[in-house]
DNA sequence: AAAACCATGTAAATTGTTACATGATTGC
DNA sequence: GCAATCATGTAACAATTTACATGGTTTT
């Protein structure tokens, strides 16, 4: 049982889901390629976690859709009382910032100008976002989901989400701001 | 070359460093362990990317420095011109605040009373750092280094490092304020 | 018909962690 | 003496990515 294991059920734990479906859905907290699930998914089938019913689809092709047993229920709740691992973050832009100096300001700009664009981007998804969950879990305007509902988890780290991302829209357009702009080179 | 590789180059390209030295400096950016970054070292001075010296110290065990080389320095500009790829960021506390509801609220409060705690002690040690990177490059307040100096690139990713540690914490805070404070159980 | 998405799997290669090994030096 | 920090390495294992493989369905 390693974190993606754990990762699986949390996402099982409220709705039944296809494997290719569990991919889309952990990606934005713990990225995983389609190689890595499905064999996990076999192995917790395998320790009774998990079982798997093969559903037939006539616009698309058959999927096995996967639910969670009682075992992964009680396995879930004894690993959130184990405190969570630090997080681990990798990005090779803050790498790339540190050898800056070595190239002209115009190469460095690009570089976080892709990076606004990116966020910029993900911004947009995530408002979006928030909103589908809003109508899903008929909520007012500024009304959170209850403790009990299957959302509040999905409402906070949506939060999250949205804090962190609009932190590195500002912190993007101040790096574009403090980088100097081209001067004119030798004629 | 992986990104690790253009790491170590990275750091090197402002000063000479021990492998030790490097493991400690790329922690923030990029976690690696000593077991990675010796035999990559190896590779990198037998690909002439790096120069190896060895120095004796009298207070401290004898260490090995490494100096970047001129095709160090090219690999690295090179690299600067191709986009950043996406960061990582995989956070077991996400994927346990999603099935959250499955378990006490006292149990939930604890996993975010110890990440926010975390995120304190990350705050106080950035002011630090920030205070003492102020010093070495001689700086008034409120001023930035200038572009062309190795502690642009520092400068810029340290106040990252601060605004995001800012944002996790008013997250922290807000998730505590939501979760419900445990009610009296039946007596 | 080609591209895009849905769907599932395995194999190989790379990357990253943990464990094994060794040893100097400093402070308690 | 013992723990902590400094310092370097290798071996085994686990996690992750990339590539290989296949095939249905929908949209352009």
């Known amino acids: 049982m390693n974190t993606l294991a754990y990762g699986l059920l949390s996402l099982l734990s409220h709705s039944s889901l296809s494997g290719y479906d569990l991919m889309l859905r952990i990606q934005p907290f713990w990225p995983a390629k389609h190689s890595q699930i499905y064999p996990l998914l076999a192995r917790l089938e395998r320790n009774g976690m998990v079982s798997c019913e093969l559903v037939q689809q006539s616009d698309k092709p058959d999927k096995k859709v996967y639910s969670i047993n009682d075992k992964g229920i009680a396995a879930l709740q004894e690993w959130l009382t184990v405190p969570a691992s630090d997080p681990v973050m990798r ?23 892709a990076r606004l664009e990116h966020y910029r981007n993900k911004l947009e998804r995530l408002c979006q976002k928030i909103k589908s969950v809003r109508q899903v879990d008929e909520l007012e305007e500024d009304q959170m989901p209850s403790y009990q509902s299957p959302y509040f988890g999905a409402y906070i780290m949506l939060n999250k989400a949205l804090m962190s991302c609009r932190t590195n829209i500002e912190w993007c357009e101040w790096v574009l701001a403090v980088i100097p702009v081209e001067e004119a080179s030798v004629e």
């Open 91 to 113: 990005d090779e832009l803050m790498l790339k910032a540190f050898c800056m100096s070595h190239v002209d300001p115009a190469v460095s700009r690009e570089l976080f100008a």
